[in-house]
């Protein structure tokens, strides 16, 4: 009797998590992934690419996360993304000190269905870990896509995390 409970928690343990990995693939699926990579920011330029999948059609962006561990380093990346700062009466935002040349292609015709120049982005967002400047945004249909993204410019310090560019669903708003 006392062999044959340690199989059936086993065999219940298993059922269960074979369930809930069923129903996270059940939720996920269809859904278009987001892509992170890190931003090389070494020199004054670099060419960052990815290669992204889009499920279905809808609005894509393309941000420049600013990632922190705590609050000084939530300090420091506000100022080295140029954040709003109040000078006198007013506040200003000099953005990032960087210009982005984004091309995005279809990977199966080859064909360049974006080519944006983004000179100083400004933060559009923020959360607990990070900060974020929307570089881009654009509508893409269901398939595979090449992204390049060339940055020109440097920051005065390094940052407390290596900055991410991030290629995901665009949020809409409520």
Not at 50 to 55: D, Q
Not at 57 to 82: C, E
Request: hydrophobic share 40%.
């Amino acid at each position: 009797m006392l062999r044959k409970i340690p199989s059936v928690v086993i065999t219940l343990g298993a059922v269960s998590i074979g369930i809930l990995v069923l129903t996270a693939t059940l939720c996920t699926s269809g859904r278009s992934p987001t892509y992170s990579v890190p931003l090389d920011i070494t020199g004054p330029k670099s060419t960052t690419e990815l290669e992204v999948r889009v499920s279905h059609s809808d609005v894509y962006t393309i941000a420049l996360n600013y990632p922190y561990i705590d609050s000084p380093g939530r300090a420091k990346a506000w100022t080295l993304a140029g954040g709003a700062t109040l000078k006198g009466n007013s506040w200003q935002e000099s953005g990032a000190p960087f210009a982005f040349q984004i091309r995005v292609y279809e990977i199966l015709s080859g064909v360049e269905v974006l080519n944006k120049q983004i000179d100083h982005p400004g933060l559009t967002s923020w959360g607990a870990e990070w900060l974020s400047a929307e570089l881009v945004r654009t509508h893409l249909v269901k398939g595979r896509y090449r992204v390049l993204v060339d940055r020109s410019g440097s920051l005065a310090e390094e940052p407390q995390e290596a900055l991410q560019l991030q290629f995901s669903k665009a949020y809409q708003g409520k």
